[in-house]
């Protein structure tokens, strides 16, 4: 049987759902079973650089005595202009985070936009503008790009596919999260999902909520420079959230990753609005948030470095452990602001589709 058909079959649906696309459980069954079944591990990295065997924010390659690191990713949210932001503005932040969580300094991006016949040009323009004043206000040179349009009916409206390229300046890979580092959360979670879920009416209710969608450039460089030896780990807790990034983590480390709810920062106004309509503030994305493991001894002071920076409601949320019981590796446990404990599951199903 050819391989590729072979793969497909190991697949549980026979077609592809929204949730495929979610960025949770449904999302890494493709890549797991499908993309990495399909591609000869020897052509998963660049010497002795990272790609599909690590599945990190970006891929890193060796360029003589150096590091540089590549990001990839497509833009589709729905709506395309929310409050907070638009997906010229989700797209470039995207680009520039992705590179910036793996210790690399963003310095090129390219840019594919495909739109759908009868887009209007000035909101084409408006997108455009915000993207190109979003990478530019980052020191980052877009070094060119594609445009394509389909026909009226074939495509909602527009998507953006860009990549990003960065010089490293410490490199930070997600394997090598050991027990006793401290996770730290560099501000509120959960804004961006919260503000796309409400500007779409979802569930009859909307709010005043604002997408948190920034580049977090000004935060990660002066950390960077200063601590990236004690970084383990670093990600933007995008689709699935944080929920979905400390599962990555505990499993690809074979840790228990324990956090303290009342430790985690949420808005008022989203933890509301998640308890409303019934959703998980740890599963709903965030565009503006890094998410840190670091090295215990300097958890303290990377953290009152991060507040001088301006992220004032930064906090150490949790830590990394051994688990006692092999069953536990690769959990994540909170404390919940009752008092009790539950495991924070990896999203699965159609948690915000078209997020981001």
């Known amino acids: 049987m050819e391989p590729w058909k072979l793969a497909s079959r190991k697949l549980l649906s026979r077609?592809?759902?929204l949730s495929h696309g979610g960025g949770g459980k449904e999302t890494h069954e493709i890549i797991e079973n499908l993309i990495k079944k399909i591609v000869p591990s020897e052509y998963w990295k660049v010497g002795e650089g990272t790609g599909l065997d690590l599945l990190d924010d970006s891929s890193l390659i060796p360029v003589g005595d150096?590091?540089?690191?590549?990001?990839i990713d497509s833009y589709t949210v729905d709506p395309i202009i929310f409050p907070g932001g638009d997906i010229g503005i989700l797209a470039a932040s995207g680009t520039i985070n992705d590179l910036l969580m793996s210790g690399a300094r963003p310095i090129a991006a390219l840019d594919s936009i495909v739109v759908e016949e009868g887009f209007e040009i000035e909101t084409l323009a408006r997108i455009i503008h915000n993207m190109a004043e979003t990478f530019t206000r980052n020191g980052v040179a877009v070094i060119g790009g594609d445009f394509k349009v389909v026909p009226k009916g074939n495509l909602d409206n527009i998507i953006i596919t860009t990549v990003g390229i960065g010089r490293i300046i410490h490199p930070v890979r997600d394997d090598m999260i050991r027990e006793g580092d401290k996770i730290i959360v560099s501000g509120?979670?959960?804004n961006h999902g919260a503000a796309i879920l409400s500007a779409r009416g979802t569930y009859g209710l909307k709010v005043s909520i604002e997408s948190d969608v920034q580049p977090l450039t000004q935060l990660m460089i002066p950390i960077l420079e200063k601590y990236g030896q004690f970084i383990s780990g670093a990600g933007d807790p995008t689709r699935g959230g944080i929920a979905m990034l400390l599962n990555e983590w505990a499993k690809k480390n074979d840790v228990l990753i324990y956090i303290d709810e009342s430790k985690i920062p949420v808005r008022d106004e989203v933890k509301a609005y998640a308890d409303l309509i019934g959703v998980d503030p740890l599963a709903l994305a965030s565009?503006?948030?890094a998410v840190l493991a670091v090295n215990s001894d300097k958890a303290e002071e990377i953290l009152a470095h991060m507040k001088?920076?301006?992220?004032?409601e930064a906090a150490i949320i949790g830590d990394v452990r051994k688990p006692k019981d092999p069953r536990h590796k690769g959990l994540v446990i909170a404390?919940?602001?009752?008092?009790?404990?539950?495991?924070?599951?990896?999203p699965s199903g159609e948690i915000v589709p078209r997020i981001c």
Do not use: C, D, H, Q
Request: no cysteine.
């Open 308 to 312: 001088n920076l301006g992220w004032n």
């Open 66 to 71: 150096s590091m540089i690191a590549v990001t």
């Open 15 to 17: 077609r592809i759902l």
């Open 287 to 289: 565009e503006g948030v």
């Open 335 to 346: 404390k919940t602001e009752a008092g009790g404990f539950r495991i924070v599951e990896a």
């Open 188 to 190: 509120p979670i959960g």
